[in-house]
């Protein structure tokens, strides 16, 4: 009865249910040996086992535990893939003289690493020879055209190289922000484009090194570069009409960043969203990295951990190392979200050594 003069006589309105919220679901599956690309791994292999070889003992057990504590929001299937990119930093440092750090959440392993400062002094010494320094950044004035520009310049030949290098999996673009997402600088891709190794150094900053294992992924990344953008060139020279179903999807990532450089007449992608909404189009079903805490997403094998809620949002920066002077500058991921992935924009920092 009362439930009926409710009805009747009127009352306020039902409440919205409330939406369970989104967290990323990270794989439990590690990328091995780094997940380098096949064609690398035997340029890589030597590196790779070098670094891990640095790393052998307590030390990263430790940081392991300190960091886990300091953050019990983190699980164990993020911070596997947090550990991965602070390993695929460090080998990058050895390669590069300027590598942005642009993931916060590595960072954090950064942090602790350097609380240890003797055990971290003997792994850049058995690892790279020289001191990987960790140096804040100062944030550029965001009108300023010119940093902007530099700032775009650092994050493209970082993505090119990480590229040629490495598997980008969603988990990647989630902790270090979208891949893709503005075309290439005309000038580094003219450079890529000469085929010239000195002129495509210079323009990566490739670290000058006598180790044979840093000279070895050199090469394979200089090689990877200049095949994938003769592959692209030979695209547009067929004159294929620009249709985004065909271009982009199910293609080569590096390839692909390529052949969106050359186009004149194609506006940034997510493609990660485009490869995302063609398999739905295929298969009509969809295809997301969240989950309610409670099931696997359809594109990971598991949630992180517990279901922890992962975001961060902000900006990212980084150091270099050049030719013995160090400086800083600070660049900023595009943040946004797509059926597949979500970025990961946070203020960080970077690395050089002397």
Known sequence: MLKWLKRILGGPPAPEPQARPRTFAYSSVIPEALGIRPELEGDAHGLVR???????????PQVRERVKFRHPEIGDAKYGWMEMEMKRFFLLAAVLRHV?????????????????????QQFCDRFAGFYIHHQPNVRTDEGDAAASES??????AFELVYSALFWVAPENHRLLGLFYRRKMPPALLEEIESGDPDRIRAALRFRNSADPAV????????????????????????????ERSSFYGGTDPLWTMMAFGMATDLSPFDPVLEESEKQRETSGSSCS?????????SCNSSNDNNGHK?????GSCSSSDDGGSGSSSCSSSSCSSSSCSSSSCGSSCGGGGN
């Open 215 to 242: 000279a070895a992924v050199q090469e394979g990344i200089l090689g990877a570069l200049q095949d994938k953008s003769r592959q692209a060139r030979a695209y547009h020279e067929e004159s294929r009409p620009y």
């Open 50 to 60: 070098k670094l891990e070889e640095a790393l052998q003992g307590p030390y990263l």
């Open 310 to 314: 992962d975001s961060s949002d902000g």
């Open 100 to 120: 942005p750090m642009y993931s916060d959440d590595a960072d954090l392993i950064w942090h602790e690493m350097l609380m240890f400062t003797r055990e971290y």
């Open 151 to 156: 700032q775009w310049e650092d994050r493209a």
């Open 289 to 297: 990295v969240y989950t309610d805490g409670t099931s696997n997403s």
